[in-house]
């Protein structure tokens, strides 16, 4: 592998506590010959000194805009507003190839920098498959809240939690009454992980996935008591629930969580919402007769930190063993560099080409 400087940032988001490199996975690196530089982070479910421990360097939280120019800087969701201009080579969910809220600006603040945005949801391999995904857990927490919430007992503010707590939550108990669920997308990392909490709960959901999703039967969907949505859309496709729907007396959905949470995109699948719902406040009701009640959080792994942060890790570690122009990662660039032409955001001056 070429010479690797790798930055691990501090999470902005205040309930963001996974991390896409654990400090077993970071010794690897560092005996690799990867310089590793960690920052501080109060939240963070590994703290920094399993990382020193692992042979890392430390820095204060939010150094990142201050090392050196060939760094790479490896986080998760999103980078703070400042500074404006972006200028080094960064990995992490940037949600801003399909047109989302902000997209453009983000696009623009790496243009305006010379940086360049390596984003991990297209990190994939020669068939098009993602090679590092938190989808697996992503759907065994939306399952597992929308049943907590159909059966009364989701309590809010959420916190995060051990896999063995939830699972014994999810159990159910005597005097809970049966209930329909659909899980669409069943046959991707989401789904399978959204039919381990459904069946942890003791419900055998439907499952949809291309196939019946290709000439949707709504009446059939909307008879289910709870939807799972795992499906997250690349082309244009009918949305499965439209703002109609709600309206509809036969409605028996009353329960709706989209894993995805795709909202703002052209190429949601549910736009019947227009915000997220968080940790604070989880559960937004849609209609009020016949109720619907949402659930759309977009880092629901974060529930499970350890967990979800070990398993994404071991998926990191051979493309960042593996670092270079080309490849896996050369996909990742030339997907930046389209989406920018997209957007008519002009090429500028880049370092990492």
Known sequence: MTELHLWLRHEARTTERRTPLVPSDARRLVDAGVTLTVEQSPQRIFPAEEYEAAGCRTAPAGSWVTAPADA???GLKEL????????????FFGHAYKRQPGAAGLLRRFAAGGGTLLDLEY???DGGRRLAAFGYWAGYLGAALAVLQHRGRLDAPLTPTAHEELEERLRPVAGDEA????????????GRGARVALHTAGVEPTCWDLDETRNLDRPALLAHDLLVNCVLATTPVPPFVREADLDEPARRLRTLSDVTCDVGSPLNVLPVYDRTTEWTDPVRRLHKEPPLDLIAIDNLPSLLPRESSVDFSASLLPPLLDFSTGGAWGRCRDRFHQARRELGIEEGESRHV
């Open 179 to 190: 209930f329909t669920a659909l899980v669409i997308g069943a046959l991707g990392r989401s």
């Open 80 to 91: 703070p507003d400042e500074p404006a201009e972006l200028r080094h080579r960064h990995i």
């Open 123 to 125: 990190l994939v391999d």
């Open 72 to 74: 790479v800087v490896l």
